[in-house]
């Protein structure tokens, strides 16, 4: 029940007996109070409102007079993105309601009860991650409907083993068994033109290199590939995709990290390689009994999972591995951020463990409904992106139960990688197609 008066610097809330309509004015500061003192539950029952609790006035009813319970039952109906880019940027009293984290907690808690984030994480930001989670799920729930899709067979022959979104998800790149490296514009794709489809090309080169491509990497606007032809070479994207470097190493590439004056790779000769592009020298470590399938890392851990059924973290600063997982089916991929690592198993399972202050301790096992192996992973606060050898994509929930918010049958051949960046998700497709999804509202 709204009250008729208020002493002390709070709201009058009055009526217009014209208009019927119910207004505001502030007696005090004219400020609402910040959102960390109120709960998003806190919204009134319209019905309650009864004639003769309130008083009656000749002032136009306007947003910023409304009742604070008011104003935050209605936010409660708009999306987080509008709240932060648009309403929260009307006036400070505005901005004010939506600095705390206690409102962005309550807002997802409501919407999805499941433990979120999987992992504590002290850098994380609630009212980003409520933006990409709603947005996510909005997109995700009916891909379908919320997004351009479409399969690029361009100059393409053979199986893809790898895709890679760089450039805020404006640029594309392929690499297939025909030795094809491909570079695409998204930008350039306009639903209305089937011809635009051809018009992304801004790269094909079938002599890129004289084996598989299996990796890729970026660096600003520089494209990184390994290859069964036991090459790593560097790619200059503002210089037409120029070839500018590359190191030769003692066996096939099968995955790649990328960061400023580093590169690391996994190698099918069991070794990890250590590249700085400032130098010519190759330099490796071997610490696993079979081929290095996948890589990540951050700045303190490198992370590489092999047939020999263990995850290997290696210290950066130490110089030696710090930690080595045993598991029970060997990883195909792993994602590694958030202080989280998620890794996809040939047994289609996916496993989380807790990387937080370089604990890596396992939490649990899912089973997402794969029937084949599990062949890539990726783990964003907004959801978690698999794929698999039963030619499925599926779209997880991004919490410490991940359910399906849609499974993607799109591709009739297994999916070999996923690639996702700013909304867009692409997958690399054993049909001889790259699968690319661009959600409505980024063209």
Same mark, same amino acid.
């Given at each position: +029940?709204? &009250?008729?008066?208020?002493?002390?610097?709070?709201?009058?809330?009055?009526?217009?007996?014209?208009t019927?309509?119910?207004?505001? *004015? @502030?007696?005090?500061?004219?400020?609402? #109070?910040?959102? @960390?003192?109120?709960?998003?539950?806190?919204?009134?029952?319209?019905?309650?409102?009864?004639i003769?609790?309130?008083?009656?006035?000749?002032e136009?009813?306007?947003?910023?007079?409304?009742?604070i319970?008011?104003?935050?039952?209605?936010?409660?109906?708009?999306?987080?993105?509008?709240?932060v880019?648009?309403?929260?940027?009307?006036?400070?009293?505005?901005?004010?309601?939506?600095?705390?984290?206690?409102?962005?907690?309550?807002?997802?808690? /409501?919407?999805? &009860?499941?433990?979120?984030?999987?992992?504590?994480? !002290?850098n994380?930001?609630?009212?980003?991650a409520?933006?990409?989670?709603?947005?996510?799920?909005?997109?995700w729930?009916?891909?379908?409907?919320?997004?351009?899709?479409?399969?690029? /067979?361009?100059?393409?022959f053979?199986?893809?083993?790898?895709?890679h979104?760089?450039?805020?998800? *404006?640029?594309?790149?392929?690499?297939?068994?025909?030795?094809?490296?491909?570079?695409?514009?998204?930008?350039?794709?306009?639903?209305?033109?089937?011809?635009s489809?051809?018009? +992304?090309?801004?790269f094909?080169?079938?002599?890129?290199?004289k084996?598989?491509?299996?990796?890729? =990497?970026s660096h600003?606007?520089?494209?990184?590939?390994?290859?069964?032809?036991?090459?790593?070479?560097?790619?200059?994207?503002?210089?037409?995709?120029?070839?500018y470097n590359?190191?030769?190493c003692?066996?096939a590439?099968l995955?790649?990290?990328?960061?400023?004056?580093?590169?690391?790779a996994?190698?099918?000769?069991?070794?990890?390689?250590?590249?700085?592009?400032?130098?010519?020298?190759?330099?490796? /470590?071997?610490?696993?009994?079979? #081929?290095v399938?996948?890589?990540?890392?951050?700045?303190?851990?490198?992370?590489?999972?092999?047939? !020999?059924?263990?995850?290997?973290?290696?210290?950066?600063?130490?110089?030696?591995?710090?930690?080595?997982?045993q598991?029970?089916?060997?990883? +195909?991929?792993?994602?590694?951020?958030?202080q989280?690592?998620?890794?996809?198993?040939k047994?289609?399972?996916?496993?989380?463990y807790?990387?937080s202050?370089?604990?890596?301790?396992?939490?649990?096992?899912?089973?997402?409904?794969h029937?084949?192996? =599990?062949?890539?992973?990726?783990?964003?606060?907004?959801?978690?992106?698999?794929?698999?050898?039963?030619?499925?994509?599926?779209?997880?929930?991004?919490?410490?139960? &991940?359910a =399906?918010?849609?499974?993607?049958?799109?591709?009739s051949?297994?999916?070999?990688?996923?690639?996702?960046?700013n909304?867009?998700?692409?997958?690399?497709?054993?049909?001889?197609?790259?699968?690319?999804?661009i959600?409505?509202?980024?063209?």
């Open positions: +029940m709204v &009250p008729s008066e208020t002493t002390g610097g709070d709201l009058v809330h009055k009526m217009d007996k014209s019927d309509k119910i207004i505001s *004015t @502030d007696e005090g500061q004219g400020k609402y #109070p910040p959102s @960390d003192s109120i709960s998003i539950e806190d919204g009134v029952d319209i019905t309650d409102l009864q003769d609790d309130v008083q009656y006035s000749e136009p009813l306007t947003l910023d007079k409304l009742p319970e008011i104003l935050m039952y209605i936010c409660n109906f708009l999306d987080a993105k509008f709240l880019n648009s309403l929260s940027k009307v006036c400070r009293s505005f901005q004010d309601l939506f600095v705390s984290d206690i409102y962005w907690k309550t807002r997802i808690k /409501k919407k999805w &009860p499941k433990p979120y984030p999987p992992v504590y994480d !002290d994380f930001c609630w009212r980003e409520c933006i990409v989670r709603e947005e996510c799920f909005r997109v729930s009916k891909p379908d409907t919320t997004c351009h899709h479409f399969f690029y /067979k361009e100059a393409i053979a199986p893809v083993d790898a895709v979104l760089m450039n805020n998800g *404006t640029i594309l790149a392929s690499g297939s068994r025909d030795r094809y490296l491909n570079v695409l514009d998204l930008s350039k794709y306009n639903p209305d033109d089937p011809a489809i051809k018009a +992304m090309k801004v094909s080169d079938h002599k890129a290199h084996g598989w491509i299996w990796s890729l =990497a600003e606007n520089t494209l990184c590939s390994g290859s069964w032809d036991t090459y790593i070479k560097l790619w200059d994207l503002d210089n037409g995709v120029k070839e590359k190191y030769k003692k066996s590439i995955g790649i990290h990328f960061e400023a004056n580093q590169i690391y996994a190698g099918y000769d069991r070794h990890v390689y250590i590249i700085d592009p400032r130098e010519s020298e190759v330099h490796r /470590k071997r610490y696993h009994r079979r #081929p399938l996948c890589l990540a890392a951050d700045d303190k851990y490198i992370v590489t999972g092999s047939e !020999d059924k263990t995850i290997a973290v290696f210290d950066r600063r130490a110089g030696q591995v710090y930690k080595t997982i598991l029970e089916s060997f990883a +195909m991929d792993i994602s590694f951020s958030h989280q690592l998620w890794v996809a198993d047994e289609g399972n996916l496993q989380l807790d990387a202050l370089g604990q890596f301790k396992h939490i649990k096992t899912y089973d997402v409904g029937k084949g192996k =599990a062949t890539g992973v990726i783990y964003s606060p907004g959801a978690i992106f698999t794929s698999s050898t039963d030619n499925t994509i599926k779209v997880l929930e991004p919490n410490l139960s &991940p =399906a918010i849609t499974t993607i049958n799109d591709h051949a297994p999916v070999t990688r996923l690639a996702y960046q909304g867009v998700l692409a997958s690399a497709g054993s049909d001889v197609s790259i699968g690319i999804w959600p409505k509202q980024t063209l």
